[in-house]
């Protein structure tokens, strides 16, 4: 199911190799994406960390698809510096309840950068230490970054209230 | 370093559970308002003696909704909103996000607008660093510092006025090239300043490099180790201090960096010292870069040659009908990227400023995800402060360099 291309990048062929794991590789413009089952995303990255020198995390973001099923994408940015390679990995979840495995024990920085996907995009991490609001109060309703959420006009909450 | 618990799970406990029972600790707030936080960040401390036990950043107090506002303007549109996201790195993130549409629309940008844009952002990093390093030697309280710095930046925010019309919020690149041919006399303007710079960076050295107070309040200070720097998500002359010779310019050369001849500073030491020492090496290391392109600025265009996507000049539009129609159509709709993804980083004075951008073939962008440095580096703030003294994490502090509208976004 690779492409030529895809196949002479080893740590693509090893996640490859794993079953079930990598649902999708794509290259676009030079850059490679892997669509991962949302279940083995630990174990994935964990791979990367270990075998492909992947020392750090660039950061977690969401894409919102709405009304398209499955609704929601996560995508990690992956970047090792001693192998020199950029990698995105993308979780599709359903827009019912969207949930997935934290990396935090793979990548301590996973940790405000899940908070974030959860309080934009209403993105659930399981076992995420301290899964709250980051950039929005604690106690506004709804995700910004859903497709939704409207732009303007959304009334404003108040703590005290 | 080694427990796993989040940054701020522990503030949230009564005060009895936070100390395990024995000694009894103080939770201390810093922020929203703090002076050394330049900007509006909250840390919750809390405090064994003067020993800081845990450490929480709270952020968010800035948070603007940037990235949504991106999805209901046009892909130039965008460009103004970039600037807001860090006031200190304006054309920092003007080039990231230009890089990223331009990624994916398959531009070829002219060379004279690549080394234009090289130039401008490294008087970007200079300006950056000056504010930096001002503010921090401020805040450890070295007041002249901050007269001096301010002295030069006002120069560098004039060279801007000069180019863009704008001393801060300069947009000056667009998506295709500059917004302006550069002004006339620009090479005057910045060849004085740029030559006279390295004296200025003399300069703050003789006040600070020996000064025994400063070393006192920043050698051996704020100390991570490399490992959990790179765990943690810190970039920038952060982690090259400590040891890591990863610079974004050198390892993914974007615009026209790999015409340049540049070193990366490094430091092992990983202390506030060595943040410092790190950032005044970028500024001569910058000054080079801008002499070279001072003296090799390529002729041409500084724009490329892309109709219905680069507006059209003003005398075309009053002769030729398609120029008319293509300004009418790319002021009122904008223009078209295909559909793709792409991820671009820059080296921005802070680290790596990242913009993933996504295109469903729209006029305007599906999603534009800001990966900012100052958030990156801020995840490391707790760790960093833990189990070191109060009175250091003002240097700690100000060793990260953030800017809160960067992470806040």
Known sequence: MLTEELQRIPHVQALSAMPGAVQEATVHLGEVTLMIDPEQITAVCRKLRDEFAAERLSGITGLDWYPMEPRFEVVYLIHSIRNRYRLKLKCRLPGESPEIESIYEVWRAADWYEREVFDLFGVTFRNHPNLKRILMPEDWQGHPLRKDFPVHGHKYSYRAE | ?409
């Open chain 2, 1 to 409: 370093m080694s427990e796993q618990t989040s940054v701020d799970e522990q503030a949230a406990l009564p005060l009895e559970e936070q100390s395990n029972g024995k000694r009894r600790t103080m939770t201390l707030n810093m922020g929203p308002q703090h002076p050394s936080t330049h900007g509006v960040l909250r840390v919750v401390v809390d405090l064994d003696g003067e020993v800081i036990r845990h450490a929480a950043a709270d952020i968010g107090y800035l948070h603007t909704g940037i990235e949504k506002q991106c999805e209901v303007r046009t892909w130039q549109q965008v460009v103004p909103l970039t600037d807001r996201v860090d006031y200190l790195a304006n054309l920092s993130n003007n080039l990231a996000y230009c890089l990223a549409v331009e990624k994916l629309l398959g531009m070829e940008i002219p060379r004279r607008a690549q080394w234009m844009r090289v130039m401008l952002t490294e008087l970007t990093r200079i300006n950056s660093h000056l504010v930096w390093l001002g503010t921090h030697a401020l805040d450890i309280g070295a007041m002249t510092m901050f007269f001096y710095c301010f002295r030069e930046r006002e120069n560098i925010l004039r060279l801007f006025e000069m180019f863009s019309g704008q001393r801060m919020m300069t947009s000056y690149f667009r998506i295709g090239g500059l917004a302006l041919e550069a002004p006339r006399g620009w090479q005057h303007a910045v060849g004085k300043f740029i030559r006279a710079f390295p004296d200025s960076i003399e300069q703050y050295e003789n006040l600070l490099n020996a000064n025994p107070i400063w070393m006192e309040r920043t050698k051996g200070i704020a100390h991570m180790t490399l490992d959990d720097m790179l765990n943690l998500g810190v970039t920038g002359p952060m982690i090259r201090a400590a040891g890591l010779a990863w610079d974004i310019r050198k390892d993914e050369p974007y615009s026209a960096y790999s015409e340049f001849d540049f070193q990366v500073p490094t430091r092992t030491e990983s202390d506030v010292y060595a943040r410092f020492q790190v950032r005044m090496d970028e500024l001569r290391e910058s000054t080079k870069i801008v002499i070279q392109a001072l003296e090799g600025m390529p002729e041409g265009e500084f724009q490329a040659e892309a109709p219905g996507i680069v507006l059209p000049e003003r005398e075309a539009m009053k002769t030729q009908m398609e120029a008319m129609i293509y300004h009418f159509k790319i002021i009122s709709e904008g223009f078209r990227v295909p559909p793709g993804e792409a991820y671009v980083a820059v080296e921005s004075p802070r680290g790596e400023l990242g913009y993933y951008v996504v295109s469903d073939g729209a006029t305007n962008p599906y999603r534009v995800f800001m990966r900012t440095p100052s958030f990156g580096n801020l995840i490391a703030l707790g760790p960093m402060l833990q189990d070191k003294l109060i009175a250091d994490s003002i240097a700690a502090l100000g060793s990260m360099d953030f800017v809160l509208g960067d992470t806040d976004r």
